[in-house]
């Protein structure tokens, strides 16, 4: 087709455009799948570990976001730490500041235009992927092969491109992204939004740059379009999500805006900048025109992580006045101080009973939201109760860590016994959460096969959470007091709940065999006392330890 002298194949452009975009997307995703998988659980292990302060965070979310080549996987990783307990919300700030920063690693690559090679590097991957036996040479392959398709898809887009910068039309949009930088700013917040990826986005535009269809000043504003529109995907998955979720997003969105507004500002010497290091910093020879995109990218993000590195602790307090917690678990801000073990054990076990006590209130939490979803079906009541398993989880993996690094010192008897005892009552909470958990979920397969309680089971079970209610709190009690007087109640409560047990069994029995319960309830009520009864067997067990001097289990600490 002739349009303004210029001959443009309409189809054979927008497949490529399409095909490009496809192949490089699919390219990217596939070579963050098999990072992922080479890495295995050491990702999460690493962002749990080494973010004890902001700057490390920084670090470590640099190369888990060049691993995995994906800023929102790492903000969903560090988002699941922060409802754990596992991480703190200043912690989790240095991760996305570093997330920024590992996401320019694309247009880094990207830059060093090795595009011609795209068909070898592809050959290399799939003849791992399929010669090679190894799952984890597999894996490698998988990686090599998203790379080299990742270079393909752009090389397809790119000779598209250079026929649609020929169009006048197009060519005066590009004119004016130039010349009112804000239509930039809009174009890459809208492409990056379309798209869903940042990466993506800052690709195409690398290859339109090239063509030289687009003046500096327009790539950069187009850039600062898609620092914005990358933020978009975190909004939206924190809808409906807990207040930890939210804050995360908030933050992400905060990063990204402000350092747009402030390099939007500054646009004119931002664009002299980036033209000088491409110019003169390197050589001219040495850098391609989509390195300098490269450029203007990895400039913005570490800028603006540098300038906000020392506003982190009013960017948490800003967003937690602005997303406060409602009905939501609120975990109180307990730090285990490491610093504590090697300077007195028994302070160091006094910080770590204060995180138990802290979990007791979780378990505590949870108790009362499997209560409300035993006998109502209200969606929000089930997740805050696996919310809440999700939180003690991680903090009986925090707390047990913890006190093996404290183990590990110069503890007297006394210190030693009380450290014991408090590993075997996490392991006890944890396993109320458990049993909990297998409460909510018996609940949840009720509704979903909509099985009638008989009215008589419903007022056993009544009976049960009552005591049960009692014995958790006074069993926490006990621990937290160490009143001998309150864990020999909780010793007597236990026996009794075996009893209303073994009695609410039998008169199961009895509607079952009178045929006044239908054969799905008959099933999952059994397992419903079972658990019950094995809750209160935990909360006796907490209160053994209060009872007894020494430590008398037989089993391994460790």
């Known amino acids: 087709m002739l349009i303004f002298g210029v001959t443009i194949d309409w189809q054979w452009t927008i497949f490529h455009v399409l095909g490009g ?14 990072l992922k998988k080479i890495a295995g659980k050491k990702m999460k292990i690493i962002l749990e570990k080494t973010t004890n302060t902001p700057l490390k965070g920084i670090f470590v979310g640099v190369i888990v976001t060049g691993l995995i ?15 754990a307990g596992l991480m703190t919300l200043p912690q989790a700030v240095g991760v996305i500041f570093g997330a920024n920063i590992g996401t320019t690693i694309t247009s880094v690559l990207i830059g060093l235009d090795i595009g011609a090679y795209a068909m070898p590097i592809m050959f290399v991957g799939s003849f791992l992927i399929f010669f090679m036996q190894k799952k984890k040479i597999k894996d490698i392959g998988r990686t090599i092969l998203g790379f080299g398709m990742l270079f393909f898809g752009l090389e397809l887009m790119g000779d598209s491109l250079k026929q649609l910068v020929q169009l006048p039309g197009f060519a005066q949009l590009l004119i004016n992204v130039s010349e009112y930088p804000i239509l930039g700013v809009l174009v890459g917040l809208g492409t990056t939004v379309v798209i869903q990826s940042s990466s993506a986005t800052i690709g195409l535009l690398q290859q339109l740059y090239s063509t030289g269809g687009v003046p500096l000043i327009g ?3 187009i ?26 997003a908030a933050i992400h969105v905060m990063f990204n805006l402000i350092g747009s507004v402030f390099f939007f500002i500054l646009i004119k010497p931002y664009s002299a900048l980036v033209a000088f290091i491409s110019k003169n910093l390197f050589g001219v020879d040495y850098l391609t025109d989509k390195m300098t995109v490269s450029i203007a990218h990895v400039l913005f993000n570490l800028v603006t992580v540098f300038v906000l590195y020392w506003f982190i602790k009013q960017m948490v307090w800003l967003v937690t006045k602005l997303i406060p917690s409602k009905n939501e678990v609120v975990i109180d801000d307990i730090i285990l101080d490491e610093s504590l073990i090697h300077r007195s054990g028994v302070l160091a076990l006094e910080n770590s009973k204060r995180a138990i006590i802290n979990m007791g209130n979780v378990c505590r939490a949870m108790f009362e939201y499997t209560y409300d979803f035993s006998f109502e079906n209200i969606h929000k009541n089930m997740e805050m109760g696996l919310q809440c398993e999700e939180i003690i989880d991680g903090m009986d993996d925090k707390i047990h860590n913890y006190l093996v690094k404290v183990g590990a010192g110069e503890l007297g008897r006394y210190e030693m016994t009380e450290m014991a005892k408090q590993i075997d009552t996490i392991s006890d909470l944890e396993r109320i959460g458990d049993h909990l958990t297998n409460l909510i979920e018996f609940f949840e397969e009720r509704y979903t096969s909509r099985i009638e309680l008989h009215p008589e089971a419903k007022a056993d079970l009544i ?50 065999n009178d045929k006044t319960c239908s054969e799905t309830e008959a099933g999952f009520y059994v397992d419903i006392l079972s658990n019950m009864e094995r809750i209160g067997d935990h909360c006796n067990n907490i209160v053994v330890n209060v009872l007894t001097e020494s430590y008398s289990h037989d089993d391994n600490l460790f």
């Open 219 to 221: 790539a950069i504003a």
């Open 463 to 512: 009976d049960l959470y009552t005591l049960l209610r009692k014995t958790l709190h006074q069993s926490l009690k006990a621990f937290e007091s160490k009143d001998k007087d309150v864990a020999t109640e909780v010793n007597v409560r236990e026996n009794e709940l075996d009893k209303l047990v073994k009695k609410y069994r039998k008169n199961h029995i009895n509607r079952i």
């Open 21 to 34: 975009l496809a192949i490089f997307l699919f390219g990217i995703n596939m070579m963050g799948d098999a």
């Open 223 to 248: 850039v600062l379009g898609d620092n914005i529109g990358t933020t978009v995907t975190s909004v939206f998955a924190a809808v409906g999500a807990p207040s930890a979720a939210k804050r995360t």
């Open 69 to 83: 080549q994906s800023s929102s996987g790492t903000t969903a990783l560090v988002v699941g730490l922060v409802r």
